[in-house]
């Protein structure tokens, strides 16, 4: 039998897996990224934005710039502001040694998480406030900065490609609110479709698979996120209309997650049969002739008794019921 690795790699290359595999990656990013980086995610990345961890984030591990004190007020003003990373000095063969000598290669697919998001960077840098309304009063600049910030994001890209040799691409950016993309979708394929054609390229060309992270309600932005290479998306919130997406997509935009993790499984009166059946019906629906990797449990709720055991069946059923699924 195959392994979940390379059960999920085959979703990856839009081939059918003998059983429906785990979403476990293993991550990394180039160390001298985080050379201003605390244990705990906080501190500065390497574009010289500050990161902090908060009780208003989920206590999110260095994923929130400090509020209130964002790089860029002006976008007309980025030239100025904005400094570019220096790596003129960095010997990637070495440091992929370095970096790449604990990782198991076995366990689960390694996957470059070098870059954030492209529309993310943009907002990191504004603020939400300042950076959409750059991206409707000066969308020259925004494509500048765009422009910009991909050269070193291509040139990062050629380097983890030839000296890391990941198995994927994971790539996030979340474009989304949980009741649309937070942009037209005219707006994102003129100012950020752009560039994450032509991250995602580099990947390709190697023979690399891409995932996309994406939260929020994002159907209408599903074409692009094909056109652009991605062949699998998570966490493919609830909020979308999944069972529309599996019969359009097939394949060809696997399904990372799909699973509602604050609904029916989370009330605290649904037994652990309800849960199971709740399992295998997921599976049935967006799994059938492959394109699903399982990925969710269950959203904690304060009246909920028995959060541990409730995930440790959705899981149980997973392996069990999707062990053999594919295998006729």
């Known amino acids: 039998m195959?392994?979940?690795?390379?059960?999920?790699?085959?979703?990856?290359?839009?081939?059918?897996?003998?059983?429906?595999?785990?979403?476990?990656?293993?991550?990394?990013?180039p160390s001298v990224l985080n050379t201003r980086r605390n244990d705990d995610g906080s501190g500065f990345d390497m574009w010289g934005i500050e990161y902090v961890i908060s009780e208003e984030s989920g206590f999110a591990s260095g994923f929130i710039p400090k509020p209130g004190e964002f790089m860029l007020e002006d976008i007309t003003k980025w030239r100025d502001v904005l400094v570019a990373p220096d790596l003129s000095n960095v010997d990637w063969e070495?440091?992929?040694?370095?970096?790449?000598?604990?990782?198991?290669?076995?366990?689960?697919?390694?996957?470059?998480?070098?870059?954030?998001?492209?529309?993310?960077?943009?907002?990191?840098?504004?603020?939400?406030?300042?950076?959409?309304?750059?991206?409707?009063?000066?969308?020259?600049?925004?494509?500048?900065?765009?422009?910009?910030?991909?050269?070193?994001?291509?040139?990062?890209?050629?380097?983890?490609?030839?000296?890391?040799?990941?198995?994927?691409?994971?790539?996030?950016?979340?474009?989304?609110?949980?009741?649309?993309?937070?942009?037209?979708?005219?707006?994102?394929?003129?100012?950020?479709?752009?560039?994450?054609?032509?991250y995602t390229e580099l990947f390709l060309d190697a023979g690399i698979p891409c995932q996309l992270h994406c939260c929020g309600e994002c159907m209408i932005l599903?074409?692009?996120?094909?056109?652009?290479?991605?062949?699998?998306?998570?966490?493919?919130?609830?909020?979308?209309?999944?069972?529309?997406?599996?019969?359009?997509?097939?394949?060809?935009?696997?399904?990372?997650?799909?699973?509602?993790?604050?609904?029916?499984?989370?009330?605290?009166?649904?037994?652990?049969?309800?849960?199971?059946a709740l399992v295998r019906e997921k599976i049935d629906t967006l799994g059938a002739g492959g394109g699903l990797v399982w990925q969710g449990g269950v959203n904690p709720r304060p009246d909920m008794p028995n959060l541990a055991e409730r995930t440790g069946w959705i899981y149980d059923e997973v392996m069990k019921y999707g062990a053999n699924y594919y295998v006729k």
């Open 2 to 29: 195959l392994t979940n690795k390379e059960n999920y790699l085959r979703v990856l290359n839009r081939e059918c897996p003998e059983s429906v595999p785990l979403g476990m990656t293993t991550m990394f990013r």
């Open 94 to 198: 070495a440091l992929a040694k370095k970096d790449m000598e604990n990782i198991d290669r076995e366990k689960a697919p390694v996957a470059s998480d070098a870059v954030t998001g492209f529309f993310q960077a943009l907002i990191n840098y504004m603020g939400f406030t300042e950076g959409l309304c750059a991206c409707y009063e000066e969308p020259e600049e925004v494509q500048a900065i765009m422009e910009w910030h991909n050269s070193y994001n291509l040139e990062i890209a050629k380097n983890i490609i030839k000296y890391y040799k990941p198995d994927m691409l994971w790539m996030p950016d979340d474009v989304a609110t949980a009741r649309s993309p937070f942009i037209s979708k005219e707006m994102f394929q003129e100012l950020f479709k752009p560039y994450w054609k032509q």
């Open 222 to 276: 599903l074409d692009d996120f094909v056109d652009c290479g991605f062949t699998a998306w998570d966490p493919a919130q609830a909020m979308n209309d999944l069972t529309a997406v599996k019969a359009k997509y097939g394949n060809n935009l696997a399904i990372v997650g799909g699973w509602d993790g604050a609904g029916r499984v989370a009330d605290p009166d649904t037994t652990e049969e309800e849960i199971r």
